[in-house]
């Protein structure tokens, strides 16, 4: 089976900086994505890991572990209109399936 | 200019009733999906069609129906509609499908069933 776990809740103050962890256990692995979903909206692509490291852009971060079937995003300088879902999702090999996390309310609070 | 639209927005109907949700793309994507959000968040593919060839077909009940009439459009037509599907369902699109490309959604169909 597929299963990928993240904290469901998070809270987190403005100006401050924030790791979402997400670990994921599935048959077969082709990269690992982070999505912002705000309230009542669609999921956006923030960013996309396929190699074990750091990708960063601008105020977020996003480091993979494949050993370790880890990931986290790294919130900087947070903003008010950061408080949103982060959800994260792993992109199998096969048909392109990609299967997300049940995503992290983060609060950002003044 | 909308990347991915869908309609509708929100869509309250009774039990019983067959509905559809059309999607449309003009990104020239070749690949499109459809994902169900619950009321916990969790967001499920349910299909996926590539050049309008059906690629994804997960464990959903043989009520709903995708139809790719072209590579730009993906519509979903659900019969006999259960309380159990109120949830928004999201149309996505990426270029070619199997390569680990971005997925781009839209909007979201809040679907209530009465």
């Known amino acids: 089976g597929q299963n990928i776990d993240q904290p469901t809740e998070m809270t987190a103050t403005e100006g401050a900086i924030v790791q979402i962890n997400c670990t994921y256990q599935?048959?077969?692995?082709?990269?690992l994505f982070w999505y912002q979903q705000h309230a009542g909206e669609a999921p956006t692509f923030l960013s996309y890991n396929v190699l074990d490291g750091l990708e960063e852009k601008g105020r977020f971060s996003s480091f993979l572990s494949r050993s370790k079937g880890y990931s986290y995003l790294l919130l900087k300088e947070l903003q008010m209109k950061d408080s949103a879902s982060y959800l994260c999702?792993?992109?199998?090999?096969?048909?392109?399936?990609?299967?997300f996390g049940q995503g992290t309310e983060l609060s950002v609070k003044p | 200019d909308t990347a991915v639209s869908q309609t509708p927005k929100y869509l309250v109907t009774q039990m019983g009733n067959d509905k559809s949700i059309k999607c449309e793309q003009n990104l020239g994507h070749d690949t499109m999906y459809w994902y169900k959000q619950d009321s916990k968040k969790f967001l499920k593919i349910m299909f996926s069609y590539n050049n309008k060839e059906l690629i994804i077909n997960e464990t959903v009940p043989n009520r709903f129906s995708p139809k790719s009439p072209d590579k730009a459009h993906l519509n979903l037509h659900i019969n006999s509609l259960e309380l159990g599907d109120s949830a928004v369902y999201f149309c996505a699109s990426s270029q070619e499908g199997l390569a680990a490309d971005t997925q781009y959604f839209g909007p979201g169909t809040r679907l209530t069933v009465l």
């Open positions: 999702a792993v992109l199998l090999e096969q048909g392109g399936k990609l299967i």
């Open positions: 599935t048959s077969g692995f082709n990269g």
